[in-house]
């Protein structure tokens, strides 16, 4: 998925996402399900987030976004593409 898309899914039934420590401890299983499916479960002390669950697939994404945003080059040809002044090739040029 992009950096411009949206994910094109969602959780068809209420499930929990913040969770103090106590219940954190007493429902884990409850927390990768969250996590599992594309959330991030959060977890607080006195109402305050102290951690974060989340899946690899999501932390992936997370660190690619990172790695992107840190690049000079990158970002440049994101914002030239935004503005109209990217480059378009045909497909049937490019390398397979």
Do not use: W
Not at 66 to 72: Q, R, S, Y
Request: aromatic fraction near 6%; glycine fraction near 6%.
């Amino acid at each position: 998925m992009g950096l411009t898309e949206q994910a094109n899914y969602c959780i068809p039934f209420n499930v929990k996402s913040t969770y103090t420590i106590k219940e954190a401890q007493r429902n884990l299983a409850g927390m990768v399900r969250v996590a599992e499916q594309g959330s991030l479960a959060t977890i607080t002390r006195h109402q305050k987030p102290v951690a974060y669950l989340l899946s690899p697939s999501r932390l992936n994404e997370l660190l690619e976004t990172m790695e992107i945003l840190a690049d000079p080059k990158a970002m440049k040809s994101i914002r030239d593409a935004e503005a109209g002044r990217g480059k378009v090739y045909d497909a049937k040029d490019l390398p397979e």
